[in-house]
């Protein structure tokens, strides 16, 4: 299982930025996958999870009704669109694998196959 996240990079506020997430090694049917941001000195926070079925996504409350995510079955990949960023949005962000989309709390720590992260900052 390997997960590849791309996208990031640096934005003024009030921007958007596309993230990717290319999964390797199992088809998107098969896991539940989540996005999961990291700041500097700051606990690892839930973003958003699109379940195993792609039926059902979930959202941090920070984040409802700037990012959406979305998959592509075809290209077995995992995209979060977010927009209207903020500087409180600057942070590394992940993707990783998990069974269900609980809760932001539950797929930060209980989600593993964990990609490569990549940047997001966005500048005031």
């Known amino acids: 299982v390997q997960l590849q996240a791309s996208g990031g990079g640096l934005v003024q506020a009030g921007g958007s930025l596309r993230l990717s997430c290319a999964a390797s090694?199992?088809?998107?049917?098969?896991?539940?996958i989540a996005w999961v941001r990291q700041a500097p000195g700051k606990e690892r926070e839930g973003v958003s999870c699109?379940?195993?079925?792609?039926?059902?996504?979930d959202y941090a409350d920070s984040v409802k009704g700037r990012f959406t995510i979305s998959r592509d079955i075809v290209k077995n990949t995992v995209y979060l669109q977010m927009n209207s960023l903020r500087p409180d949005d600057t942070a590394i962000y992940h993707c990783?694998?998990?069974?269900?989309?609980?809760?932001?709390?539950?797929?930060?720590?209980?989600?593993?196959?964990w990609g490569q992260g990549t940047q997001v900052t966005v500048s005031s």
């Open positions: 990783a694998a998990g069974e269900f989309c609980f809760s932001p709390t539950y797929y930060a720590r209980a989600f593993n196959s």
């Open positions: 699109i379940s195993a079925g792609g039926s059902e996504t």
């Open positions: 090694g199992f088809t998107l049917d098969d896991n539940a």
